[in-house]
Each structure stands twice: as C-alpha cells, then as structure tokens.
C-alpha cells in the first residue's frame, strides 16, 4: 500500500512538473491588421499615409521587452523578386529566437517617400510566420522621419498594433547640427523647425543613422533603445542581422524552445 502512494505520488508531481512547463511556454501566433490593400494607385498611397499618419503613438508603451526584432529587406534582384526578413532576439541577451523569411515579386514602383507600398508586403508576409510576438521592432527605414510623418516603420507599427523604431541609413527629410564623434552622441533632425528624429552616432568614427518615432514610442526612449541595441556596429543588433537574413546570409537552426515565448 505504502509503495502504491508512492508511486501515485510521484506520477501526481511528474505531471504537475508537466503542466507547469507547458504554462510557462505560450506560442502566440502575430496578427497583422489589414489596414488597406496595396494594390493602390501612387495618389492613393500618399492619401492613405496621410491619414494614417494621424493614428501614429509618440508616447512611449515599451516596458522591460523581453523579445526584441528587427526588419529588414533586400534589393529586388533582376527579376524583381525580394526577400523580407525578421528577426526576433531575446533581450538583453541578444540570443536568436526566430528568424522569418517571405519571398516574392516587387510590384509597387520605386518612389521616394512611398517605399513602404514597396516593401511592406513582403514585411508583413514574413512577419505573419512568427510564433513569437516581439515587444519592440526596430525598422531599416523611416518612422516619421517623412515627408509625411508616416515612414515603413510607422507603417509596420500600425499594421502590427506594436512599439517601433525608424533606424534609417540616410536621411529622406530634415536637416540636424553636425554629431559629436563619441558613441551614443546625437543632434535633433529638424524639418522645418518641427523635431521629427534625430541622428545618432551608434560608434566612433562611423557616419550616424538616423532614428526616428515609429509608433507607440517617444523619441528620446527610442534613441537608448537603439543604443542599448548596438553591440559594436554602427547598425543596431536586430537590423544587422535582419540585413543578414534578407540577404541568405543568416544561418539560424531552431532548438525546440526556439518558437516558445516565455
């Protein structure tokens, strides 16, 4: 009798163990909002960023992220074709979660200041693959750093309903003061005398990128963000790899706890 207690009882905590674990591992499938179709003309597109310029958050929503990703795409090649990338990290880590590809055919014309038409779709299309929901995006393009006010980063953050940043190589609009060499030194980007981003020197002795609000951030917390982001290279981790990824040069062989949000 004592020994079929305690058998029972080891089973009984065997199974707690169990279902401990699996509460401790939700899979949390994105969900991508469709805001508008894409199939649209160029007056269209620039009516519709427009309006949804005046749904971006500048307040800050980010709170201890524990899943940090990044954004990024490819050159079309000869045939037009593209490749979208995300790659989720966890924070402060920077250990690789999951990475997200989505390949296809560019249609949208290449115009400045519409690229987010342009690269959007293939965004999107990786970003719906993930198991994993990141707590904060950082973006290889414009916030509201724009003509008007709504870049691929404001872009992205709408359709995914969550905190983004612009990380941009060059400028679209705006003019700033020149940048302190020192690491982590910045200058406002002003447009007009409107404050729409700034450029930040992410390591002494390379040229500084410039960030930007994308949505649910404010623009001083996006700026540590990014810094906090940098390990070395001018770009921010999760933009350098999702460069990487976008291009097929990022090797990533999942584990079993790789597409678990814990």
């Not at 999107?124 to 995006?137: G, Q, R, S």
């Amino acid at each position: 009798m004592v020994l079929l207690v305690g058998i029972l009882f080891f089973i009984y905590i065997a199974t707690l163990k169990f279902v401990i674990k699996v509460e401790c591992f939700i899979i949390q499938d994105m969900r991508v909002q469709a805001l508008h179709g894409w199939d649209v003309s160029v007056a269209e597109a620039r009516e519709i960023q427009l309006n949804l310029a005046r749904r971006v958050v500048t307040e800050n929503e980010v709170i201890n992220p524990r899943l940090v990703a990044g954004i990024d795409i490819s050159r079309p090649d000869a045939q037009g074709v593209a490749r979208g990338a995300v790659v989720v990290l966890r924070y402060p880590e920077f250990s690789m979660v999951e990475v997200e590809v989505a390949q296809g055919k560019i249609t949208f014309p290449y115009i400045p200041g519409l690229l987010s038409f342009r690269e959007s779709p293939l965004i999107m299309a990786a970003c719906e693959k993930l198991c994993n929901v990141p707590d904060l995006i950082l973006v290889d393009g414009q916030g509201i750093a724009h003509p008007r006010r709504f870049g691929l980063a404001s872009h992205v953050g709408l359709f995914l309903d969550l905190p983004t940043i612009g990380c941009a190589k060059s400028i679209l609009c705006g003019q700033h003061q020149p940048v302190e060499e020192e690491a982590g030194s910045h200058a406002e980007l002003l447009d007009n005398g409107e404050l729409i981003g700034a450029a930040l020197r992410t390591k002494s002795g390379m040229k500084p990128i410039y960030v930007s609000v994308g949505h649910k951030i404010d623009l001083m917390s996006a700026l540590q963000w990014v810094l906090k982001c940098c390990r070395g290279y001018r770009l921010p981790e999760p933009t350098r790899l999702a460069h990487l990824a976008a291009g097929g040069m990022l090797t990533f062989e999942p584990s079993c706890q790789g597409k678990l949000f814990d």
